[in-house]
């Protein structure tokens, strides 16, 4: 039996993430006991509801309307995925072209409207393209992770997916998703020019995931989570990083802009009743972690 305390832990297989699971990193403080759930996200779900991992990846809008709504996590500055959004917003172009500002009044579908994903897409549609979220008809799939957030979308027929409802000409377009049918096309057109002139004005990549823990966990035991931190911090350094910028960034202040950003979108489209700032999500670990 390995030294050291068993954590039951939840997250996605990444590059970074690889020496984890493969035991290249080690410790004598900490063992990983991994639930493999893929994707991955669907597994939040039972740590928001049922409390069932003591390390768990989360996505930041799932985490943002926890916070919102009392639920005791305590939010790890390690991010697992990030990534430029603009290319996961497509529509049928059979029905003729479209582009953001063609959004309004529309019918758009949605795996959630809870979705990370979702927020930074309706963000950017907002605020950079003058798109009326409230006048879109939002068409979703999936429950919310958290059960308290009460949802007001309109629910999909029972069965029915996301892509061939856009391909067969039921939604205008749908957020979050990609399609290699030659009738999907890019709502953003180029959409990697576009990302790239976003993040020149916002010096950000969006982050999707971090990893929280339970906050009793790490305020009686701040030590776990600071090695728990080490080690996926070592996976990072082992693998390297992927790309510049870099879309995992590590620690308090890498990880601020695009948190202070995405909880500000969270906050416009109320998926949260109230404003919730980077310091605050970091309430209970910044004295572990500093910057």
């Known amino acids: 039996m390995p030294a050291g305390k068993t954590l039951k ?3 996605g ?6 020496p984890l699971k493969s035991g290249a990193v ?3 403080r900490v063992n990983f006991a991994f639930t493999e759930i893929v994707p991955v996200w669907d597994g939040f779900k039972g740590m928001i509801r049922e409390d069932r991992y003591d390390v768990s990846e989360m996505a930041v809008v799932t985490y943002l309307i926890a916070k919102a709504h009392g639920k005791q996590l305590a939010l790890l500055p390690a991010a697992m995925i990030g990534r430029f959004q603009h290319p996961y917003a497509i ?3 059979d029905k003729g072209p479209m582009r953001p500002s063609d959004l309004n009044g529309k019918r758009v579908g949605i795996r959630s409207f809870t979705t990370t994903t979702g927020a930074w897409i309706r963000g950017i549609l907002a605020n950079d393209y003058g798109v009326d979220l409230d006048s879109i008809e939002w068409v979703t799939f999936e429950d919310p992770h958290v059960a308290e957030y009460k949802d007001t979308t309109k629910r999909a027929p029972e069965g029915r997916k996301i892509v061939p409802m856009l391909l067969d000409g039921e939604l205008d377009a749908v957020l979050g998703e990609t399609s290699n049918d030659p009738r999907a096309r890019s709502l953003f057109g180029d959409p990697q020019a576009e990302a790239a002139n976003w993040y020149a004005k916002q010096k950000a990549v969006p982050i999707n995931h971090l990893v929280v823990m339970r906050t009793a966990d790490v305020t009686a035991d701040p030590d776990t989570a600071r090695e728990v931190y080490r080690l996926m911090l070592e996976g990072k350094r082992i693998a390297g990083t992927p790309a510049s910028p870099d879309p995992i960034p590590f620690g308090i202040e890498a990880n601020r802009p695009s948190l202070a950003l995405i909880a500000e979108y969270a906050y416009q489209q109320k998926l949260i009743p109230n404003r ?3 310091d605050d999500m970091f309430a209970e670990t910044r004295d572990i972690f500093g910057q």
């Open 9 to 11: 832990t939840l997250i």
């Open 13 to 18: 297989d990444y590059p970074h993430t690889a």
């Open 26 to 28: 080690r410790s004598d």
């Open 91 to 93: 529509y049928n172009a």
């Open 276 to 278: 919730i700032s980077v």
